[in-house]
Nanobody, 121 residues
């Protein structure tokens, strides 16, 4: 059973910074894709940043230049450094990964439980 766990959320003032972490554990053979999403109440879950393998990350325009997505596949981890945070960044942030659990690429798409980020003065 694969599990993703996020951490690093919290309350920060506008202009401040947070660093989110996500670690995957369980029956992991390899990880192909890692991404961060965010969702506010009553709103669709939105893709914030994503990486396929060791390619360069892709970012939503709303966070480009402020957020940095990074991965450490050897440790089954992903991170997102969030700088110059704005009130609009207030959301629950979720990590997401495509994880293969066998050499034949069995597995699936896994989600973390979410971590709350609140940007407020």
């Amino acid at each position: 059973q694969v599990q993703l766990v996020e951490s690093g959320g919290g309350l920060v003032q506008p202009g401040g910074s947070l660093r989110l972490s996500c670690v995957a554990s369980g029956s992991i053979f390899s990880i192909n894709y890692m991404a961060w999403y965010r969702q506010a109440p009553g709103r669709q879950r939105e893709l914030v940043a994503s990486v396929i393998g060791h390619d360069s990350p892709n970012y939503d325009d709303s966070v480009k230049g402020r957020f940095a997505h990074s991965t450490d596949y050897a440790k089954n981890m992903m991170f997102m450094q969030m700088d110059n945070l704005k009130s609009d960044d207030t959301d629950v942030y979720y990590c997401n990964a495509k994880i293969y659990t066998t050499p034949s690429h069995a597995g699936g798409n896994f989600w973390g439980q979410g971590t709350q980020v609140t940007v407020s003065a």
